[in-house]
């Protein structure tokens, strides 16, 4: 689904007494962010929390030799 048909159907699922434009836009990027990471999950584009754990601790030991 593209992004503007995920507008129309968010708009559209909206009651009458809507949010605020502000709070459109929010609402909108999330569930973009949220269909995204689906579909990265179901392409195979994930990594295991191992993985990324590992890097985290390697990133953060370096910013913290640095600061030292």
């Known amino acids: 689904m593209t992004l503007k048909e995920r507008a129309?159907?968010?708009?559209?699922a909206m009651p009458d007494d809507s949010p605020s434009l502000h709070e459109i836009c929010e609402n909108l990027?999330?569930?973009?962010?949220?269909?995204?990471?689906?579909?990265?999950?179901?392409a195979g584009r994930v990594y295991p929390?191992?993985?990324?754990?590992?890097?985290?601790?390697?990133r953060?030991?370096?910013?913290?030799s640095k600061s030292s």
């Open 29 to 42: 990027a999330l569930r973009n962010a949220i269909q995204e990471g689906l579909d990265d999950v179901a």
């Open 49 to 58: 929390a191992e993985q990324v754990l590992a890097e985290l601790k390697q």
């Open 8 to 12: 129309h159907q968010l708009i559209d």
């Open 60 to 64: 953060w030991a370096k910013r913290r």
